[in-house]
């Protein structure tokens, strides 16, 4: 569609992910409630709303503004069943698929392409910060995560990061400085703790610049699959099949490995994660080995 007019609603907080993106011509965020642009939206008279969250906040935009509107499947009570009475009744179908049916209204069909991510070129040289020993590579390690129970534990991280020899950076937030520190001072100087040092757009170009990934499900790890990076992804409470796996272009040659406990009665407990295993032993994440990992590594790479 040549001559739309592509306008994007988000939280300030993850203005930076789109910000770069030539083909929305213009964002517009929120810190708390809708209330702070609902006016602005409701003065843009669009003629038609693709709805990615189908949730109360978005449904209060779509009743406002009085415009076409279709949202995508949440799955909510397939989801349901497989958490609580283990029924598997999900589709064989990623997220992005069916983000994409909520815009089939517009003959809208997926290109294949994969996902869009567009660095800043201005943060270009943020690989040229780390220190010397780096610069000719090194193995990106996403350990943060939104919830604990999708979280690789800091023990296990240390025993990967002391069976490695390259060059490691860590990567999370601000939430992962503390555990980002301890690994670091357990392991050697050939990890950096990166948590938190970086922006998101920042974090970006380390992911960019990494020989290899290796992630928690988080949002660094889609990141990495929309810039055709190899990926090793390490899954907890949560599973593949809600959808939220790395999503490569069809004729992509990057390679995802995912590692995961499989037959767990436990296992998935949630559709998002909790602050601590509901049974106390966290199985999904400590049964997958330091070793598991590298050998996954090495299936793809050196190290």
């Known amino acids: 569609m040549p001559d739309v007019i592509i306008h994007y609603l988000t939280k300030e907080k993850f203005k930076s992910v789109i910000e770069q993106n030539p083909y929305i011509d213009a964002i517009f965020t929120i810190k ?21 969250h189908n949730n109360l906040r978005t449904w209060r935009v779509k009743m406002a503004l009085h415009s076409p509107s279709k949202a995508f499947n949440k799955l909510n009570f397939h989801k349901w069943l497989k958490v609580n009475l283990k029924i598997d009744l999900l589709p064989a179908k990623h997220i992005v698929d069916r983000y994409l049916d909520a815009a089939s209204p517009l003959g809208i069909t997926n290109d294949g392409s994969g996902l869009d991510f567009f660095l800043d070129p201005e943060l270009s040289e943020t690989r040229f910060s780390l220190p010397e020993s780096f610069q000719n590579g090194y193995l990106a390690i996403v350990i943060g995560g939104q919830h604990k129970t999708k979280m690789y534990p800091v023990d296990q991280l240390i025993a990967l ?54 992630t928690n499900d988080t949002g660094l790890m889609h990141i990495a699959a929309a810039l055709r990076k190899d990926i090793t992804s390490v899954w907890g409470n949560t599973i593949p099949e809600f959808g939220m796996y790395p999503y490569f272009p069809k004729e992509s040659i990057a390679i995802n490995n995912m ?24 199985k999904c994440m400590r049964e997958i080995k330091s070793e598991t990992i590298i050998e996954s590594i090495k299936s793809i790479t050196s190290i």
Request: charged share 25%.
């Open 259 to 282: 590692l995961e406990v499989k037959g767990l009665s436990c296992r998935p407990c949630s559709k998002i994660g909790f602050k601590q295993c509901p049974k106390g032993h966290f």
């Open 32 to 52: 708390k409630g809708i209330d702070e642009v609902l006016l602005d939206l409701i003065g843009e008279r669009y003629d038609f709303i693709i709805d990615l």
């Open 161 to 214: 990061c002391l069976k490695v020899k390259d060059p490691i950076v860590l990567l999370g937030g601000p939430d992962d400085v503390e555990n980002g520190e301890y690994i670091a001072k357990e392991t050697g100087l050939h990890v950096l703790n990166a948590c938190g040092k970086y922006s998101l757009m920042e974090s970006a170009w380390l992911i960019a610049g990494a020989t290899h990934i290796v």
